[in-house]
């Protein structure tokens, strides 16, 4: 069972709007910056928004990053087809002393 | 080119060990703190274990301390895992990932090497 909790699977149409919630506690959402990472099954993993909510290069602006106290969420807008993927949020955990990963949300493009 | 290329991975009997590297390029590797993390099959990330930029601090996951040793060799820019009391929990591909400190986002990742304990 993972430290932080997402929603095991999403979806959307194409143009759709799509939110992906990560949930955690005061040692780990609430103490330090939360990053998000995009998989595309058979693939690495690579980073998709920073704790500044940032974007490496090549990364469209459709997607986006927010926290609130013990949350974050991904946001990803004007869904397209190429956006279907597994989705991970992370940070790390002051009482752990380690990183920690969300269980991972599997996008699906309808 | 920034890479990180991952080697070492086998299948390994329950019980035995195993020495995973990491060969990096393309960037200053002393400057990095650098990561594991694993994926077993079908399942999502767990961090492994990380080491900073000079090798004198190190921070793994619970369910290996005492079995992994996480090392890097600054001289020839590669970092290796080393796994000892292997179990079939531990299956999975491991990837080496770079960031900018220890609780830096991880901004590249090597394409993993897979690791299968079975008899």
């Known amino acids: 069972q993972s430290v932080l909790t997402q929603p095991p699977s999403a979806s959307g149409t194409p143009g759709q709007r799509v939110t992906i919630s990560c949930s955690g506690s005061?040692?780990?959402?609430?103490?330090?910056?939360v990053h998000w990472y995009q998989q595309i099954p058979g693939t690495a993993p690579k980073l998709l928004m920073n704790?500044?909510?940032q974007r490496p290069t090549g990364v469209p602006d459709r997607f986006s990053g927010s926290k609130s106290g013990t949350s974050a969420s991904l946001a990803i807008s004007g869904l397209q087809s190429e956006d279907e993927a597994d989705y991970y949020c992370?940070?790390?955990?002051?009482?752990?002393?380690?990183?920690?990963f969300g269980g991972g949300t599997k996008l699906t493009v309808l | 080119e920034l890479q990180l290329v991952e080697s070492g991975g086998v299948l390994v009997q329950p019980g035995g060990s195993l020495r995973l590297s990491c060969a990096a390029s393309?960037?200053?590797?002393?400057?990095?703190?650098m990561n594991w993390v694993r994926q077993a099959p079908g399942k999502g990330l767990e961090w492994v274990a990380n080491i900073n930029e000079d090798g004198s601090e190190t921070y793994y996951v619970d369910s290996v301390k005492g079995r992994f040793t996480v090392s890097r060799d600054n001289a020839h820019n590669s970092l290796h895992l080393q796994m000892n009391d292997l179990g079939a929990g531990d299956t999975a591909m491991y990837y080496c990932?770079?960031?900018?400190?220890?609780?830096?986002?991880?901004?590249?990742w090597g394409q993993g090497t897979l690791v299968t304990v079975s008899s």
């Open positions: 005061s040692s780990d959402i609430g103490g330090n910056t």
């Open positions: 704790s500044h909510n």
């Open positions: 992370a940070t790390w955990d002051d009482r752990l002393k380690n990183w920690v």
């Open positions: 393309g960037f200053t590797f002393s400057t990095y703190w």
């Open positions: 990932a770079r960031s900018g400190s220890r609780t830096g986002w991880f901004s590249s």
